[in-house]
């Protein structure tokens, strides 16, 4: 890929980015509404979600936003056919019994309709990985068959597989994936390779990649 080619994909991230961070994470709220969401509505049945793109209260405290997930869930969508889900409010970790909830309605929609979950969240450079891939330790053989195109696509990063993050716990959004019978991924990125704007070329590698794993699901048999 060209520099020109990164950096058109590194700009891109960081307009749809913008609606996230233009109340510095803060997230905003809709009358009437549990929860603001961007949503696209694809075709490829396969999810992007990013349930903690703003700062969100968990256990009392806040917990800052996962920077950068919001914008890249919509820029791979839009890459790719692909759908994606992304919170513009401040809701604690969720409870799936909250039938109030409009992230979880749409999140069971799209799993109703079929689609596969690639759940996209931000770790710190310190955990040493470029990407840890969480199974929520299922070994079914849908959960295998996407874990498998997402190593494939992910070759070239250091990736673990359920170390240290699981994504297993009661309110991931892998928990209603699993309910649900379907596939789903958690994707923890380091934040190295989540800053468009101040290192575009690391940022334009893990949307290549993220889009290849949509790809590769996609025309598997």
Same mark, same amino acid.
């Given at each position: ?14 307009? !749809?980015?913008?609606?996230?961070? @233009? ?23 396969? !999810? ?19 920077? &950068?997930? &919001? ?5 791979? /969508?839009?890459?790719?056919? /692909?759908?994606? !889900? ?47 891939? &969480? ?23 250091t990736v673990t597989v359920d170390d240290p993050f699981p994504g297993a716990a009661p309110h991931t959004v892998l928990t209603e994936v699993? $309910?649900? &019978? ?7 990125? $380091?934040?190295?390779?989540? @800053? ?21 699901y996609r025309d598997s048999p």
């Open positions: 890929m060209s520099t020109t080619d990164e950096r058109h994909l590194a700009e891109r991230w960081a307009a !749809l980015e913008a609606p996230f961070a @233009d109340t510095s994470y803060e997230g905003v709220s809709e009358q009437g509404a549990h929860t603001a969401l961007r949503r696209v509505r694809g075709r490829v049945p396969v !999810l992007l979600s990013a349930p903690h793109a703003v700062n969100h209260p968990r256990e009392g405290r806040t917990k800052l936003a996962d920077l &950068g997930t &919001g914008g890249l869930a919509l820029l791979v /969508a839009e890459l790719t056919g /692909a759908r994606a !889900l992304a919170a513009l409010s401040p809701v604690p970790d969720r409870d799936w019994a909250d039938r109030r909830d409009p992230f979880a309605a749409a999140l069971r929609a799209e799993l109703a309709d079929g689609a596969v979950v690639l759940d996209l969240h931000g770790m710190r450079d310190v955990h040493g990985m470029d990407v840890c891939l &969480g199974t929520a330790l299922r070994r079914d053989p849908a959960t295998a068959r996407l874990r498998d195109a997402a190593l494939r696509a992910l070759r070239g990063f699993a $309910a649900s &019978g379907r596939a789903g991924l958690q994707v923890e990125i $380091a934040g190295r390779l989540r @800053d468009p704007v101040g290192a575009p070329r690391r940022a334009a590698r893990i949307v290549r990649a993220l889009a290849e794993i949509v790809r590769s």
